[in-house]
Every structure is written in structure tokens, then in C-alpha cells.
């Protein structure tokens, strides 16, 4: 026998309920952003509470002193990142005109090639009167749109912080009243192992995201120092937090390299060497270190992980992309445990 198909109608109320979604998502970007963020850094120190817990530490002492260990580290790492940033921001305007001034030298034998095409398509007659470009408004800038004014900011990592001691002082509240609301046993033993992989694989990840990352930056600082790069321990730094986002972590690292690079050195081979290196590095390690340090549970399907980095992007911007690989990896291990859901776990399996 052969499945039905499910009527038109309830194909059309799925797309609606999606489209619905992805609204809410968006405008209520605000509102969601700390609460998924507060979820995942849950998941992350909920098993250093429980550890504390087994130690007969008081579920509330414990999530103050697994909080306050983990702000400090936060904040030990923004200290040692400040003066290579105040430098690297003081020489900036003078790199940024290097390699504008190279770029411009790279750029000639293109424009001349573009310019003789022009010429050909008009059958050679000059272009004088054609009307200048109108000069569009200036946007506001990457950091403004993504992050907002600095008091919004602010107010986001307060209430991210509040809110994640609150779920992690509360123990396995949230889970009991969960498990009491579902009617059936089966739904009740689906729901805790769902929840008890969802938390393992998300610290997994971040765990080991963060050693690699570690890792990863120390040896991207000491190839930018052996090529002379300006600020190497920056470069290794910035290495650490934009791996924590799939791919255009990446692309931003080989973008930053290959135009400080230009600013840097005169000869054009000198200055690729540097995103280079960095593409190399991270190549090995995608492909030697990640896949023995994740193991199988958290292989997922690269297209997806890709387009999953987009979509978040493109909803939360950074903090959506950091978001996204714990959500697409949630996503799987529910589609593991429903039925309704398996061909959405086969899809973004590996």
C-alpha cells in the first residue's frame, strides 16, 4: 500500500504556519535572541551544575560559582583583547589606504579591458555625456545593524545573563513540569531523552568548538607572527571567536587577512600568503581534527549546516549564526525520536 498524500489544505496551513513563524522570528528578534542564547549557554554549563550538585553544592551556590567562573574567563579574554584591538584600530585608517592604493594597482589592467569593451559596444564614440552616477545614501555599518547601539547591547548581555542563571539555578524544574504536562508515558520517555541528548550534544559542541578553536588560534597566531603580519596575537584571537560560526567565520578571517596583508607588504605574493596560510589551517582542521572530535553524533550535513548559517543570519544576524548549528543539531536529534519528523533528521544528517 501506498502512503497518502496529505490534502492540499493542510500542505497550504503548513506553509502559512511557517511563513508565520519565520515572521515572528524576525521582528521579534529582540525578544528571542537572549532567550535561545541564555537556552544554549544552559545546556553548556548545566552539566558543571550537576557535577556541583553530586558534590552536595546547593543547585542555586553552584550555578552562582559556575556563572561567575564563566564571566571571568569571558572577561580575561576581552582584557587581553583590548590592546591589540586599540592598536590594530589606530593603524587602520593608514592600512586601510594601502591597501586601497595596491588594490587600485590591481584593479588597471581590468578597468582597461572594461573601458575597451565600452568603447567597442558604442562603435567608438566617447562617453563624456553620459550622466554620473547618482551617490546612493550611505547605510549605517555592519556593526550598527547587527549588534545596534551600545546601550541595547548592553542590556542584551545583562538580561542573557540573568536569564541563564535563572534556568540554571532552577535545576530540572522546567523538565518536570514538561514531562507532568505530556498525557502519555511515551510521550513523557521521548520528551527526557530528547531533552538529555539535545543538552549532551549541545556542550559536546560547544566544548569541543572551543578547544579547536583554541587550538586552531594559537597556530594561526604563530604563522601570522613567523609572516610578519602586524598584531599576530589579534589574528589568533579573532581566530577563536569567528570559528564559532560556520563558514562565513571563515570567509570574514580571509577577508580581514587579505586586506591587512595588502596594507601591510608591498609585494602582492607576500600578502597573499597570510589568508593562505589561514586557509590551509583551517582546512586541515576541518578535515583531520573536527570529525575525531565531534564523532558521529554531531556529523551533520555540510549544505545544511551552510544554508542553516544563512537562514540565522539572515534573522539574527551574528548571534543567529552562532545559534545555528545547535539549532540544526536539536533539529536532528528530534527528528531521531518522531516519527512525524524522520525525514527532516535524515536530511540534515551526514
Not at 550537576?50 to 580575561?76: C, S
Amino acid at each position: 500500500m501506498t502512503a497518502e498524500r496529505p490534502p492540499a489544505s493542510s500542505a497550504a496551513l503548513t506553509v502559512l504556519a511557517t511563513l508565520a513563524t519565520i515572521c515572528a522570528l524576525y521582528f521579534g528578534r529582540e525578544f528571542f535572541v537572549p532567550i535561545a542564547l541564555s537556552v544554549l549557554f544552559t545546556g553548556l554549563l548545566r552539566p558543571l551544575v550537576r557535577w556541583l550538585e553530586a558534590a552536595r553544592v546547593p543547585t542555586a551556590a553552584g550555578a552562582t560559582a559556575v556563572l561567575v567562573v564563566f564571566l571571568g574567563a569571558v572577561g580575561l579574554g576581552a582584557n587581553a583583547l583590548a590592546d591589540p584591538v586599540r592598536g590594530w584600530i589606530a593603524k587602520a585608517p593608514q592600512t586601510l589606504n594601502d591597501a586601497e592604493a595596491r588594490l587600485r594597482i590591481l584593479r588597471q589592467p581590468l578597468q582597461q579591458i572594461t573601458s575597451a569593451a565600452e568603447r567597442v559596444e558604442s562603435g567608438g564614440s566617447p562617453q563624456s555625456g553620459r550622466s554620473a552616477p547618482a551617490a546612493t545614501p550611505s547605510s549605517p555599518g555592519i556593526a550598527a545593524r547587527v549588534f545596534g547601539t551600545t546601550t541595547s547591547l548592553v542590556g542584551g548581555v545583562v538580561e542573557v545573563v540573568l536569564l541563564t542563571f535563572l534556568l540554571l539555578a532552577s535545576g530540572d524544574l522546567f523538565m518536570q513540569k514538561l514531562v507532568k504536562m505530556l498525557p502519555f508515558r511515551g510521550d513523557k520517555v521521548t520528551a527526557v531523552r530528547i531533552t538529555s541528548e539535545v543538552e549532551a550534544a549541545v556542550s559536546r559542541y560547544m566544548g569541543a568548538t572551543a578547544v579547536i578553536n583554541l587550538g586552531q588560534g594559537i597556530v594561526v597566531a604563530l604563522a601570522m607572527w613567523l609572516l610578519h603580519l602586524p598584531s599576530p596575537v589579534l589574528w589568533g584571537v579573532l581566530t577563536f571567536f569567528l570559528e564559532f560560526i560556520p563558514y562565513l567565520g571563515a570567509a570574514f578571517m580571509l577577508i580581514g587577512l587579505g586586506v591587512v596583508g595588502l596594507g601591510a607588504f608591498n609585494n602582492v605574493g607576500h600578502a597573499l600568503l597570510a589568508p593562505g596560510a589561514y586557509l590551509l589551517i583551517t582546512t586541515l582542521q576541518n578535515n583531520l581534527v573536527s570529525p575525531v572530535a565531534y564523532g558521529r553524533r554531531l556529523r551533520l550535513n555540510p549544505v545544511a549546516v551552510l544554508v542553516g548559517v544563512l537562514f540565522w543570519w539572515f534573522l539574527w544576524g551574528v548571534p543567529g549564526a552562532f545559534l545555528a548549528v545547535p539549532v540544526i543539531a536539536t533539529a536532528k536529534i528530534m527528528g531521531d525520536h518522531i516519527e512525524s519528523l524522520q525525514a527532516l533528521g535524515e536530511f540534515l544528517a551526514d
